[in-house]
């Protein structure tokens, strides 16, 4: 039997906007700064954090496994906490979407040298690129997957031959601890914990995939494995190409160089331009879908889940979502985004590994059964909390005032909200 028409998402356009959601801006830009937490033992960090997330994405995968509507964490936990739970989860997600999506749109000029030093020409490109890719999902599903995929394949090239000159240094590779110890290893790892954010994207857009309980958790989990490997690699490339590394404002660029000659720098400074590209493409194809599993749920107007007429997309979620990102283009830079995502994304990783928890303990009752069962959902709890505490307490004040601000927007939208039958 055929999918649907409006499940067009294969298992190869979950797998691409996981990658294209986790490898972004930070590879581009994080390899001068972890060197300078860890110097030769950098990758580590990246490592590391991986290790600590692939509970997590465990946790993703089988609740996602289990779902084939739009929401991801979001629907998780309105499926096993409640409304006023979900809630929480979607629209701290849909914001974090928001202020990713403005983020990173702002970072493409930093890469193009004839935007240097000319903000307004960064907002102008930052405000292009967002209502270009929106009105582009607007007008069909399969269009703007078709542009992720393409966009995320294009950034992997430049990336992929650093990454295989870092296969190439791995031999000779001879990591050391710091002089002044480990103590910087949790501010690497808070980077790296940046770095790796994306891959719970793959499920929001679940509703619209051909064969979700299998793709999407095979999607998330290739996002996180690709990502960690490709980290890895690239940055043992930065560490043999680039001695000064810890000071190199475009390590990547600087590492092509030392390897292909100024052409190089420049294939990668395009490369770099390329995946903040593909990640605003992304972007404007994810983003508005936790709008629509908001709405589906009864907690914002109806409006916002209602396909267009003619492309079949939820047209009112893409203008919203569009709006509201390109306003934030225009007040923030790329710089204040890291601590406030870690802290979101937190937010979403506990609720998710906690959904997962409930339900296994549900299932297998007590006993040594029930401990194992809870090995995996705790241990992603656990690498949270320890990741999520190296941030500060003022992005947690942050997260709640916003949270605060969505329930008022909740309340108001009420008259014009539908709960879905149950």
């Not at 600590?52 to 779902?67: D, G, N, T």
């Not at 990502?227 to 404002?249: C, D, H, N, R």
């Not at 508005?288 to 003619?310: M, Q, T």
């Amino acid at each position: 039997m055929s999918a649907p028409a409006h499940r067009q998402l294969t298992r190869f356009d979950l797998v691409c906007l996981g990658i294209n959601a986790v490898v972004g801006s930070s590879v581009f830009l994080f390899p001068g700064r972890l060197a300078g937490h860890l110097g030769s033992a950098s990758p580590f960090a990246y490592a590391l954090t991986a290790l600590l997330l692939a509970p997590v994405a465990l946790c993703f995968a089988e609740a996602a496994s289990e779902h084939d509507r739009a929401g991801g964490p979001a629907l998780y936990a309105h499926t096993e906490f409640g409304p006023g739970w979900g809630f929480a989860i979607g629209w701290l997600c849909w914001v974090t979407m928001i202020v990713a999506w403005a983020a990173v749109a702002n970072g493409i000029a930093s890469y193009l040298p004839w935007a240097a030093g000319r903000p307004e020409i960064g907002k102008a490109i930052a405000c292009l690129a967002i209502g270009g890719f929106g009105a582009m999902n607007l007008r069909g599903l399969r269009l703007g997957a078709t542009t992720t995929d393409l966009f995320t394949v294009a950034k992997l090239i430049p990336i992929g031959l650093i990454a295989l000159a870092g296969l190439h240094a791995l031999p000779a590779w001879r990591p050391q601890a710091p002089a002044e110890g480990w103590g910087p290893l949790g501010a690497a790892c808070f980077l790296a914990y940046f770095a790796f954010q994306g891959f719970e994207t793959v499920p929001v857009p679940a509703g619209e995939a051909r064969d979700p309980k299998r793709d999407v958790p095979f999607a998330v989990l290739s996002a996180l494995i690709g990502a960690a490997v490709l980290y890895v690699l690239v940055q043992i490339a930065a560490l043999s190409l680039v001695p000064g590394l810890a000071v190199s404002e475009r390590p990547l660029a600087d590492a092509a160089a030392a390897l292909m000659g100024p052409w190089g720098g420049t294939f990668v400074m395009a490369g770099a331009v390329v995946s903040m590209t593909g990640f605003v493409a992304g972007s404007a194809l994810g983003g508005p879908r936790y709008l629509v599993a908001l709405a589906e749920e009864g907690h914002l107007p109806k409006a916002l889940a209602a396909p267009h007429p003619r492309f079949g997309t939820p047209s009112a979620s893409i203008v919203w979502s569009t709006g509201c990102a390109l306003a934030a283009a225009l007040l923030l830079d790329f710089d204040g985004l890291v601590d406030f995502s870690n802290v979101v994304i937190g937010a979403q990783f506990l609720s998710t590994c906690a959904v997962v928890l409930s339900r296994r303990l549900r299932r297998s009752g007590r006993g040594p059964r029930a401990l194992l069962g809870a090995a995996v959902p705790l241990a992603g709890i656990a690498a949270t909390l320890w990741l999520s505490a190296q941030g500060g307490w003022l992005q947690v004040a942050a997260c709640a005032v916003v949270l605060a601000a969505g329930f008022v927007l909740r309340a108001c939208a009420r008259p014009y909200s539908h709960p879905r039958p149950s």
